[in-house]
Structures are given as C-alpha cells and as structure tokens.
C-alpha cells in the first residue's frame, strides 16, 4: 500500500490527537488545506482502514486506528536516531527478508524496516517455511550495515534474541525464555524465530538483515505447529498491540546495537545468560557437520555456545540447532 501523503498525515496527526471534532474550518486553517483536498485525504485515511466519523456542520473525528503496522503507526512517537525511521510496508510479500536483501543491495541505509501484514513464501532457518497468517503477527526484516567481520553476524543475531525478548517483557509484561541461539520460547513453545541472511567480503559484512517473526496475537496453528508453536495471545490471554510492540522493538534493536559495535557481545551476555537459563542444562546441538551432546556451560563473552561432552572435551559452537535432554543432569 503506498505510504501516506504529507497532507494526509497531517490531517491524521490533527485528528489524532484526542480533542474530539475537528471542524473543516479549523483544519483548512491549521494546515493551509482547501477543503476538498481534506475531503479526499480523509477519503484515503477511510480507505487504509482509519475510522472517521464526519458530522455536517461540527467536522470529522478519529474513531478508529486500524491494526496494521504501518509507518505512520510504528513510528508514532519513535524516538531513535536510525532504527525503524524508514519502514517500508507491504500488505503482503513473499518474504520481508526477500524485500530488504533487494533493498540492501540498492544501498538502502542501515536502520530499514521491512515489515509485512503476511507473507506467501516467509522463510525459517534451514530451509523450512515460516507460517505467516495475515494481519496478526509481527514479520519484519531490519537492514544493519555494521563495520566488522562477518562472524558478526551470529552475535547480532544472538543479540537480536535479546532485544526481541527484551520487547515481549516491555509489553505484555510477560518474561520468555530464549533458546540458543536464536528462538524466544513461552513455556516450552516457540513464539519467535529469527533468520539472518547477510552479504559479506572476506573480512567485512556489507549488510545484514534480521529478519524477526513474533508470533503475537494468532490463535489457531496449522496440525504440524499446534505442539511446538505458540503466541503471546495465548499465551497472556491479552491481544497485542502490533504496532506498538514493532516500535518497542525497533528501540531496543538501536539502543543494544549502538552497545555492540563499539563493545562486542560480552556486555549482553549476561542479561542474554538471564533469559535463556541454558548453563547447566544437557543439550544435545546439531551443527549441520555433527551432532554434539553434553552438559551446556553457557554462552562465553563472544557468544559461543559452551559444551561439556562427557569424556571432558570442551566443545565452542557458533549456531546450531539446540534440543534440551531434559531431566538428564539438570543444575
Ligand atoms: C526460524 O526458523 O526460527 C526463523 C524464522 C524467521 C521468520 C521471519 S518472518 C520475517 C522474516 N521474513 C522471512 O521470510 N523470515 C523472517
């Protein structure tokens, strides 16, 4: 959907601000607007999905915000320099990560957002899909662009996790857990996943983007999800606002990343160590090359997933993919 006019913001940003009626008279002054240029505007606010009471003689008013994630509602109030200042949004796409890896390589700067109501072809990490039923979840790709090596990459995501947990607790209130390296559970389910696809020289990373979906306010899984997936809806019993947990999100993503490029991951470990309880648990890793069982020792300050095998080797993993051999061991 094509973004809003500067007129058509501006009479939204007038009507939003909660005293009531506006008169035309009073708008066409405000603004320097003719009044069917207001007519018209409201015309396009009404079609995007604002609710807009008019009552001849006394002017229009603002009933209804739709629930969309639109620029206009995720950065309402938005008060970071560069993460989310430019968000690009689609009702649907095939994928946010597809979109903002085209953009990237165009040269967009560090700081979009992609986000999509739904995605057709959403993606998850070793090739398997992510459901993405529209006008309920948060799918959203972040383009960052940070000046170091390309093993980087996993620490951003790491920190990604963080800064996605971080928001789940600011705005519901509710504390999830995160999984090593890169899912945010709720009990024992999954209600984030995080992709990052990246383009790299050989010692330094041309972009990345992070690609975040939230399962927020969903109800029903398709069969094969229904016992490894859940929501924050279900979860809280509380809808969430979408909009505003994309703006949460984006200052977190600013406030941790600025952190990071200029003091690596180790500052964040012990905050992401508090989240994910991983230390003392048995897991067992699949690297994609071998499969790794032992006792976990954590994260160390670079990220590294920290394994004990049982023959006393101490075994550093970048990524993989984590199950937790419960009951075995648990400290
Ligand atoms: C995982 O497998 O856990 C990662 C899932 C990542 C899904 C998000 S939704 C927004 C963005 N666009 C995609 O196609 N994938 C990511």
């Known amino acids: 959907m094509p973004e809003l006019t500067r007129t058509e913001l501006s009479i939204l940003r ?59 509602l995720v950065q309402e109030g938005l008060a970071t320099r560069f993460v989310g200042q430019e968000v690009v949004h689609f009702n649907t796409t095939g994928s946010t990560n597809s979109e903002a890896s085209k953009l990237a390589d165009a040269g967009a700067p560090e700081g979009v957002l992609v986000v999509a109501e739904s995605q057709t072809a959403g993606r998850g990490r070793l090739g398997r899909s992510w459901s993405s039923p529209p006008n309920l979840n948060f799918y959203g790709s972040f383009i960052l662009r940070p000046s170091l090596p390309p093993v980087a ?27 090593w390296p890169n899912d945010v559970l709720a009990g024992d389910l999954k209600v984030c996943g995080i992709l990052t696809e990246s383009s790299s020289e050989l010692d ?33 019993g509380k809808p969430v606002d979408r909009a505003a947990f994309a703006r949460e999100l984006c200052t977190q993503l600013e406030a941790h990343y600025l952190r990071f490029v200029t003091e690596g991951f180790a500052p964040f470990r012990d905050d992401w160590e508090r989240f994910a309880r991983m230390a003392g ?51």
């Open 204 to 236: 330094r990373v041309n972009w990345l983007v992070i690609g975040i979906g939230v399962n927020l306010n969903v109800e029903k899984f398709p069969d094969e999800l229904k016992s490894i997936a859940t929501s924050l809806r279900i979860t809280t």
């Open 281 to 331: 648990e048995v897991v067992r890793v699949g690297t994609g090359t071998e499969t790794i069982e032992g006792r976990s020792l954590g994260l160390d300050s670079d990220g590294f997933l920290q394994v004990e095998t049982p023959d006393g080797r101490l075994v550093r993993i970048v990524a993989g993919d984590v199950t937790l051999l419960r009951g075995q061991n648990r400290r």
């Open 14 to 72: 007038l009507l939003r601000d909660g005293e009531g009626f506006h008169s035309s008279a009073e708008i066409t002054g405000k603004l320097e607007l003719t009044r069917a240029a207001i007519s018209k505007a409201v015309a396009r606010l009404r079609e995007r999905g604002y609710g807009i009471g008019s009552r001849a003689s006394v002017g229009y008013r603002l009933d209804q915000v739709p629930d969309r994630l639109y620029p206009e």
């Open 153 to 179: 990459a996993a620490q951003v995501t790491l920190l990604t996790g963080l800064c996605v947990a971080r928001t789940i607790e600011s705005v519901t209130g509710y504390r999830p857990r995160i999984k």
